[in-house]
């Protein structure tokens, strides 16, 4: 495949032969919260990407400590290799590797083709609720390279204007020309208006894949992104709706691709169209 980074992808018959190793802990972080408790991959335990990453008060994340807390729960240290996988194509597995990232986690790994792949191909589900011994861990910093906030994104567009920088709007054509607010089959809300980030480019994360969910090859996906002017030398920022999708783009472009500047817009689209005084634009690519 010829991946930048191959380490941080495995494979669904590597997990089967791994998964009871002593100093890895696997994950499984899906839309759909319920799916783990009908059947998950032996020894994986539960990620809630809303309960367990998010503030319960402030649109934010958790803090350093929490988050130290929530690894030492899951009997994870500081040392210990996390394999993530889940739904959708392994969207909501991008968000936790990329927030664990965020915090300075270093030995991590996605699930190639994530849940889907599994149970395709038959491999063994379990409904037991393991527990491992208490973690020891300590976050060392936060890595901001990793994030992009708003005001960030505004001061962005002219480095686009002078094209040194990129924004990749990962979303559904319909939400990019500004037709929907969310993917035509959920509902429509959460957001008052429609359209993208003036200069943004539409490469919606569903190119980066192949019918089984895995990622294409690193030729493939390089095509993709250079056709659309989104290349190696210069600064990236994704996004999406609430960054879960731009999450899986984000780790295509830094970790296959090995783009050095890449960022993950996580306030996206719910933040943008429903801010005073940001510009949207309706329609195709400019």
């Not at 992009?148 to 040194?164: R, S």
């Not at 943004?200 to 992104?225: C, H, M």
Request: net charge negative.
């Amino acid at each position: 495949m010829s991946y930048a980074n191959p380490d941080v992808l495995v494979s669904t018959d590597w997990v089967l032969e791994h998964h009871n190793d002593p100093n890895l802990r696997i994950l499984e972080v899906d839309e759909d919260i319920l799916l783990y408790d009908t059947g998950h991959v032996p020894g994986a335990q539960k990620i809630d990407w809303q309960a367990d990453f998010w503030d319960p008060v402030m649109r934010e994340f958790i803090g350093p400590d929490e988050f130290a807390a929530l690894m030492e729960r899951l009997g994870i240290s500081n040392d210990t290799t996390v394999v993530l996988y889940g739904d959708k194509n392994n969207w909501w597995a991008a968000y936790a590797f990329w927030f664990m990232s965020y915090n300075g986690h270093k030995n991590l790994k996605l699930m190639n083709g994530g849940r889907i792949k599994w149970t395709q191909e038959n491999k063994p589900l379990s409904t037991d609720k393991p527990t491992y011994p208490k973690g020891t861990y300590r976050v060392q910093y936060r890595d901001e390279s990793l994030r992009a906030y708003k005001d960030e994104v505004i001061k962005f567009l002219l480095k686009v204007k002078d094209g040194k920088g990129a924004l990749v709007d990962v979303r559904s054509v319909p939400e990019y020309v500004g037709e929907k607010t969310h993917m035509p089959e959920y509902p429509q809300e959460g957001v008052l208006r429609g359209g993208h980030i003036p200069g943004a480019k539409s490469i919606p994360w569903a190119q980066t894949v192949n019918p089984d969910g895995t990622f294409k090859s690193a030729e493939e996906l390089r095509a993709l992104y250079e056709s659309k002017g989104v290349t190696k030398d210069k600064d990236i920022i994704a996004y999406c709706r609430i960054a879960e999708r731009s999450s899986h783009s984000w780790f295509v472009l830094k970790h296959l691709l090995g783009y050095p500047h890449v960022k993950n817009y996580d306030g996206s689209w719910t933040e943008w169209g429903n801010s005073v005084g940001v510009p949207i634009v309706k329609g195709p690519e400019e």
